[in-house]
T-cell receptor, first 113, second 112 residues
């Protein structure tokens, strides 16, 4: 079935560093969603992107909808310990009309204080 | 609004036992779904519902049943628990399929 490829799979960084992660697909997407899952909790939506080229920020987080509509990027600036968690990308592919949400496997982020 | 609620938060079962994981949402969402999350596997869709009275299978439906008698509730039943069903289970809801999903806090299930 369709898949979203997230990279990197995991990251271990020092507090204060910037973080970049991305999500790619072989299909065109109309929407890209970025979620964060804190340890022991359910995923929570961080940013939603609806238009190719769109750049949206939420505090220290910035996400971009790739021009090709086959990728998206999430950046975190000046990381802090509470940024620890798993970051997921998701979206409904453009093909077909069932609008099934496809999920990446996640990027696990660890921050060393 | 409580959002999406799930009970229980933790559960231990013996192989062969049955149980129901509860999920409720108070946002009047039409779409509800169940996922399981295992290390390295991401979120895998078990079953979903696009409205009351309508359910369908996801990627990994075997061993699970669902029903949707009301808009608010979407219980997940394990018919005969197996160790392979040890996982964290998340319920989610959205206005419609493909829209932003809101997740519950999860149920951590261990099958011995």
């Amino acid at each position: 079935g369709q898949q979203l490829n997230q990279s990197p799979q995991s990251m271990f960084i020092q507090e204060g560093e910037d973080v970049s992660m991305n999500c790619t697909s072989s299909s065109i997407f109309n929407t890209w969603l970025w979620y964060k899952q804190d340890p022991g909790e359910g995923p929570v939506l961080l940013i939603a992107l609806y238009k190719a080229g769109e750049l949206t920020s939420n505090g220290r987080l910035t996400a971009q909808f790739g021009i090709t509509r086959k990728d998206s990027f999430l950046n975190i600036s000046a990381s802090i310990p509470s940024d620890v968690g798993i970051y997921f990308c998701a979206g409904p592919p453009n093909a077909g009309n069932n609008r099934k949400l496809i999920w990446g496997l996640g990027t696990s982020l660890a921050v060393n204080p | 609004n409580a959002g999406v609620t799930q009970t229980p938060k933790f559960q231990v079962l013996k192989t062969g036992q049955s149980m129901t994981l509860q999920c409720a949402q108070d946002m009047n969402h039409e779409y509800m779904s169940w996922y399981r999350q295992d290390p390295g596997m991401g979120l895998r869709l078990i079953h979903y519902s696009v409205g009351a009275g309508i359910t369908d299978q996801g990627e990994v439906p075997n061993g699970y049943n669902v029903s949707r008698s009301t808009t608010e509730d979407f219980p997940l039943r394990l018919l005969s628990a197996a160790p392979s069903q040890t996982s964290v289970y998340f319920c989610a809801s959205s206005v419609n399929r493909g829209d932003t999903q809101y997740f519950g806090p999860g149920t951590r299930l261990t099958v011995l």
